[in-house]
Nanobody
C-alpha cells in the first residue's frame, strides 16, 4: 500500500514562497495522476493542482500563475512550488492521487501572514 508523507510547509509572509514535497512509499504512484489538495478547518478539501504521469498539469484558477506542480518518478516524489503566497492560501496541504485512492498522509501546514 502506498504511503504518502508531505513536508515543506511553514509560516511565511504574504508574497513569499514555499516548496512542498510529497514522498510516496510505493512505485505504483508513477502511473497515477497525482494532485495537491488543501483544507482549512470547517471546509471541504480542495484540489488545487494535478499532474499526469506524462507531466501534463492542471491548476484551479485561484493558484494559476503562482503554483507549479512537478514530479520526479525516479524519487517517487511530487512537488508544489508556491510563489506569491497570499493569506487565503493558508491551509493544510495534502497530496494524493487524483482519485484519492491512497491513504491520506498527515499533511503539511502552510500559514501565510498578511
Amino acid at each position: 500500500q502506498v504511503q504518502l508523507v508531505e513536508s515543506g510547509g511553514g509560516l511565511v509572509q504574504a508574497g513569499g514562497s514555499l516548496r512542498l514535497s510529497c514522498a510516496a512509499s510505493g512505485s505504483i504512484f508513477r502511473f497515477d495522476t497525482m494532485g495537491w489538495y488543501r483544507q482549512v478547518p470547517g471546509k471541504q478539501r480542495e484540489l488545487v493542482a494535478t499532474i499526469t504521469p506524462g507531466a501534463t498539469t492542471m491548476y484551479v484558477d485561484s493558484v494559476k500563475g503562482r503554483f507549479t506542480i512537478s514530479r520526479d518518478n525516479a524519487k517517487n516524489t511530487v512537488y508544489l512550488q508556491m510563489n506569491s503566497l497570499k493569506p487565503e492560501d493558508t491551509a493544510v496541504y495534502y497530496c494524493n492521487s487524483r482519485s484519492g485512492r491512497y491513504s491520506w498522509g498527515q499533511g503539511t501546514q502552510v500559514t501565510v501572514s498578511s
